[in-house]
């Protein structure tokens, strides 16, 4: 079946070898990329057979645009221009695999049309691949029939070889993507070879091997690195950079301001207003702290803000304050952006505060000493993890960490709008072991609000008078707020229990008919 | 043949081949590792003609010979009780079919469970089971009465369960409200009859059906159903729904390791009727617990060996003697030593006492006749990256149902954790009886099926359910487990097995302990009679 090798009429033999070897290596890479695009397409989307037919038919049909694209070349171009393609096909085949990968991973919509585009890129430019050897053997005057028959057996062979190779051995030990990067590595190989080969006839050749060399290195740093790649990628991945408009892996967080009316508001729910927060965060911290006169050291949970630890740090007698928060671009962004420090005087960037960004149960889980006073300022129960917020467990697991005497302070939903929530929230603290004294204040922009003081002993009298400056806090406000008139009557509710999650299920229907 | 069409070929034929699982895995770069556990050790034992001989000797009080739930229930009663002249073989599985794995990704572990996953809140009756948890602080007050006060993050949080069923997902194992009224009908009927067998007691006063099964009452009325087979019975009692049989067939499965036709009746009504546990704290059917299932509680009662009285290595044959038993052990390096022991325990799944137990018959058991047949199992642990995504506005449960699959479904390892934010990784467990065929064509299967296959068999309910886009490309790691005998299966006739029976009541130098032991395998079973084999020991 193979033809006898025939002379070459004028082309040295040795560079005869060299273009015939990068046939053989063109063609592997060739039939590699398309066998990549397929099989990733397979193993992500599934389906192998409609994968495989639609990719080969988008590649086929590529490639004989490619074919015919290629007559548009001049045959005194026909070498530069194969140089060119080998790098392009190098960078593209070479990358295709992660780059899809990496689609994929970030959002499934467009995943499909950027694999067909890849593909029919790739296809076209594989397609002109042969046509344009074919025409700088010609123009070398090859005894042409001969050489075709070569090249072409060349060319059968070397996607013999990859489609022997590409499931037995590459993609089992290699991985798609580093497959991909290995035959970019081999198709710049070849554009890099031929350059120097024919460096007499082609002008500008450094440019040329500098252009490749860098995509060579580019490739392999790839090859290498493909696993990290993949990672770094993804974690770059969330947020458009408003400054006050993010999305972290937990929430998104928009800060609004209307003239002097700043708003943070997390997926969509408002979490204060400049106006008022003042009554929201002094409630939720003076009238413990004022009644705990020798308190050093004090834990809030949530309160990414740092607007409750501005309150605390009023207090001299505070050592330090430890404030977990889960989402680490919530602290950052009151810790930098300047209207938020303003507003909370530069709280957590005070020496006494330490920030930790982890998820409040996990940490209270390790070693972390015991607290004077913890602040449980999570966001509403309005889901079963955030329930579990608010459960036993939960709660168990702040007294292990309550100094003697401490109290635990939650904010509890609104005992107006969500009653049941609140009073749930209330037995559930009772069921836990503690006492607890329940107290309530009006926020202009949040209505009436509630907390929870909680502790291990009996006996609490809310303050009287408060050592540091308060703005809405005196002795007649704090006695109005452990009063309960007779429109917010505790109704009967169960514990929050994590086996019915109780808590979550009030919540929902009493927003519901609030709203309603 | 021109060049595109030599492509076109060579890339389609490939198409074919690329297809099935274990070349996505691989073509993803997932490592699969496959864990047979106990194969090896047992097709030795029962390929050996001859054993070796030992090269050394070791003497104990007591040996207990197997580290699972039996075994260890019998070493905490008698550390419990100041007893500790004692030895713990553990055989080739620590913790049997309470084991659990480790996937550990950065800084972070995830544990799951590779068997027993969870314990229904105990009966009146399990006062062992009760016992165990108030010690391990399970139970956090009042361990004997009506409704003990249970540590919640043990109790199975909310949404506990949901089946996938006509393409959505419906909460709790039975999807009633999608059904017509004639099927509803006739799941309330069931419903209604199971809660009065709850609570029904036979004509000796006992209760119908209880957990551990021998407090259950002898009333021959009732017993009777034990010559029938479930299907037989819901036939005779008119239970013809679909879906209801279908639900039925799934809890068999999921219990016993076979489906309705392969089951006594009484066994399927007692899964029903005897789980009636009370918590204080919880719904009445409320289940306990953790991310790497029963390994947890197995964990708990290891505690109370005394250090260094735990030794890995296998039974290889077990004899009684003049003044004690003689236990011929090979060492986890290979090396065979006698341990004697003044009384031992034999706490191994009988299907290897029967081979490491030249004299069984001589204690009343017959292997060829009453060795229960027992069920093959496979268990998948899936580590993914971050969740699958859910239909709108569902949320994924901790047992996770497809109905009508011969899958067991999945559950969910991070179910349990204490945390507002979903973990970075998370394991589902997918849980499958080969109960098409007999269990001895499943084991063949699990033996000799490539990986392929059994990858396959483990994802098929994830597969149903996820989009596959969504769902490999959070794969990170897969690890099957093959339990060719995971667990007995009762099967008609097991109540009255006489084998099980003389085992039961033999209290010689050599006693017999084991989950198999009740004709069914559940934690209670096999620690009640771990319990009962040490009591013994104790009085005498
Ligand atoms: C897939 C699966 C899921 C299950 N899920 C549940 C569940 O959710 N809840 C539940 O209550 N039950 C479940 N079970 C039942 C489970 O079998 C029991 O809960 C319990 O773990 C059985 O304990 P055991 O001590 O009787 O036996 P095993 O767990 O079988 O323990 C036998 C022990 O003997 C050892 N051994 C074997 N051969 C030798 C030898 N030659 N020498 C020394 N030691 C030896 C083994 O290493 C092992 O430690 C499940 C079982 C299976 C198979």
Known sequence: MFPAPAKAVTLPAMLDRVLILSVFVVASCGLAYELVAGALASYLLGDSVLQFSTIIGCYLFAMGVGAHLSRYVRDEDALARFIDIELLVGVLGGLSATLLFLVFAWMSAPFRSVLYVVVFLVGVLVGMEIPLVMRVLNRHRAAFSELVSRVLTFDYLGALAVSLLFPLLLAPTLGLARTGFLFGMLNVGVALWTAW????????????????????????????????????????LFGDDIVFARSTPYQRIVVTRWQDDIRLYLNGNLQFSSRDEHRYHEALVHPALAALPGARRVLVLGGGDGLAVREILKYKNIDSVTLVDLDPEMTGLFTTSAPLVALNAGALRDKRVKVVNADAGQWLEGDVGSFD?????????????????????????????????????????????????????????????????????????????????????PGFTPPSQYPVATRYLNAATTAEMFRFPPDMTPPVVEPNRLNSQSLVRYFEQDWGQVIR | MRRRDFIGLSAATLALSACEPLARLRGLGIPLSVLRPGMAD????????????????????????????????????????????????????????????????????????????????PSRESTHVREILADLGVIRANPQSERPEYDESALVHSPEERVWYQGAWHEDLLPTRALPEAEAAQHRRFEALIASLRTARGADGRKLFAIPIVESSRDPVWRA??????????????????????????????????????????????????????????????????????????????????????????????????????VLCRDKDGKVYTLNARRAICALPLHVAARVVPNLAGYGFDARRHL??????????????????????????????????????????????????????????????????????????????????????????????YHPLDLWRRMQAVELILRGHGMAIPRPGYLDNPGLAALRSTDGRLLFAHGDLSGYSVFEEAAWWGDIAAQRILKG
């Open chain 1, 373 to 457: 006073l913890i602040v449980a300022d999570f966001p509403d129960p309005s889901n079963y993890a955030l329930g579990k917020l608010y459960s036993v467990p939960m709660y168990r697991l702040m007294t292990r960490h309550l100094a003697a005497g401490g109290y635990l302070v939650v904010q509890s939903t609104s005992p107006y709008f969500a009653p049941h929530a609140y009073w749930c929230i209330d037995a559930t603290l009772r069921e836990a072991g503690f006492q607890t004294w329940p107290y309530h204040v009006y926020v202009p922009s949040f209505g009436e609000w509630g907390y929870i003081l909680a502790g291990t002993r």
């Open chain 1, 197 to 236: 080969h024919f460096r007499a006839e082609l002008g500008g050749v450094s440019r040329r091997l500098l252009r490749g060399g860098v995509i060579l290195i580019l490739l392999a740093g790839g090859f290498l690195l493909s696993d990290r790649l993949t990672h770094w990628a993804e974690q770059g």
């Open chain 2, 225 to 326: 159903l034990d010559r029938l087979s479930f299907a037989a019975w819901l036939r005779r009692e008119g239970y013809t729904a679909p879906s209801l049989l279908t639900y039925l067939d799934y809890a068999s499965r999921d219990d016993y390791g076979a489906g309705l036709a392969g089951i006594s009746a009484w066994a399927g009504l007692h899964y029903f009727a005897a789980r009636d546990g009370r918590a204080a704290n919880a719904e009445p059917g409320a289940v306990l617990t953790w991310p790497d299932g029963l390994q947890t509680l197995a964990r708990g009662l290891g505690k109370y060996i005394p250090a260094g009285q735990r030794y890995a290595g296998y039974a290889l044959r077990i004899e009684e003697g003049r003044n004690g038993v003689r």
């Open chain 2, 372 to 465: 229960p047949e027992s069920a093959p199992w496979l268990v998948g642990n899936i580590l993914l990256r971050g969740f699958p995504k859910e239909q709108a506005g569902v949320n994924l449960a901790w047992d996770n149902v497809v109905h009508g699959s011969r899958g067991l479904g999945w559950v969910v390892s991070t179910h349990q954790d204490l945390r507002a934010a979903r973990p970075a990784h998370t394991v589902f467990t997918t849980y499958r009886a080969l109960a098409d065929a007999t269990p001895r064509a499943g084991r063949d299967l699990l033996q000799r099926a490539p990986d392929t296959e059994l990858l396959a068999l483990a994802l098929e309910d994830m597969e149903q359910v």
């Open chain 2, 42 to 121: 047992g097709h030795r034992l029962r390929d050996a003609i001859k054993l070796p001989e030992p090269g050394g000797e070791l003497s104990t009080g007591v040996a207990i010979l197997g580290g699972g739930i039996a075994g260890l229930t019998a070493a905490w009663r008698l550390a419990r009780e100041g007893y500790t002249d004692f030895i713990l073989l553990d055989g080739p599985e620590p913790d049997g079919n309470a084991a659990a794995t480790r996937f550990s990704v950065g800084a972070e572990n995830y544990a799951a469970p590779r068997g027993a996953h969870y314990l229904p809140l």
